[in-house]
């Protein structure tokens, strides 16, 4: 079909396309004026089989605290330590009670760490060289056994003086300069669990790893009198304990640390 030029079949096409080319630079020129910001991309997901504790830690991390209490379960792994009645091991007790330790210390504003935190194997030497390595402002050793009267506090005693190699500190005789501030702690520890009305008895033994730790340095043993054996997994003689040993830590510590 021939179609004229003034035919309104042939003009209305002409006007859309004049129509559309006007709003297309009309939005243009508003564009222009008033840029819209860039959308804020959103955080990715991490991507299947990443693990996010794999992840760079934050540039605002804190540092690990200058003052903490390295707490020592002893024995673990294959060690199971004393058998004590009711198939009780010893090894579990003394992670049981350094772990209210830890809660009670934290409790008490004082950053703790455990030695071992599960049941693994480490021997006196690795203990030792942990709080050594970590520095530990106070490391306190965890027993159980049997018999007793309550709990037993160990300071230690440097059985024979060896001369330092230079820089180099003996081995057998690494708590030489501590045990002064060993002795401290563990009095304040006695008249603290005393007065939770346990009954407590203190020794100075040459008790590894006691004597290779550079720092103050004790041990204490759970050691409930026979008939009440039930206390050495009692949370209550636990607690009483390490409430003990926490106020005690609190008390002594100024005095620890002005000693360095």
Not at 24 to 45: G, H, I, R, Y
Not at 236 to 249: L, N, R, W, Y
């Amino acid at each position: 079909m021939t179609r004229f030029p003034d035919d309104p079949m042939t003009r209305f096409p002409r006007s859309a396309a004049a129509l559309a080319l006007l709003l297309a630079c009309t939005l243009s020129l508003s564009q222009a004026d008033n840029p819209v910001a860039a959308p804020t991309p959103t955080p990715q997901e991490p991507a299947s089989g990443t693990n996010p504790a794999s992840q760079p830690a934050p540039a605002t991390a804190q540092p690990h605290p200058s003052f903490f209490v390295l707490i020592d379960p002893s024995h673990g792994g294959n060690d199971q330590g004393a058998l004590l009645p009711d198939k009780l091991l010893e090894k579990d007790i003394t992670l049981a009670m350094a772990r209210r330790l830890k809660a009670e210390l934290e409790d008490h504003g004082v950053s703790a760490r455990l030695v071992r935190d599960g049941d693994v194997n480490l021997s006196l030497e690795q203990r030792a060289e942990m709080a050594n390595g970590q520095h530990a402002a106070i490391y306190v050793a965890i027993h159980a056994g049997l018999p007793g009267h309550g709990v037993r506090i160990y300071a230690p005693v440097i059985a024979s003086a060896v001369e330092a190699a230079g820089k180099f500190q003996p081995w057998e005789s690494a708590q030489s300069s501590y045990a002064g501030r060993s002795h401290i702690l563990a009095q304040a520890v006695a008249a603290e669990v005393s007065k939770k009305e346990i009954n407590v008895v203190s020794f100075k033994s040459p008790l590894r790893p006691l004597n290779n730790i550079t720092a103050p340095a004790i041990a204490v043993e759970l050691a409930p009198d026979p008939a009440r054996v039930e206390d050495l997994s009692s949370q209550k003689f636990q607690t009483s304990v390490a409430a003990g040993i926490a106020s005690a830590v609190v008390q002594v510590r100024t005095q620890l640390e002005a000693q360095k």
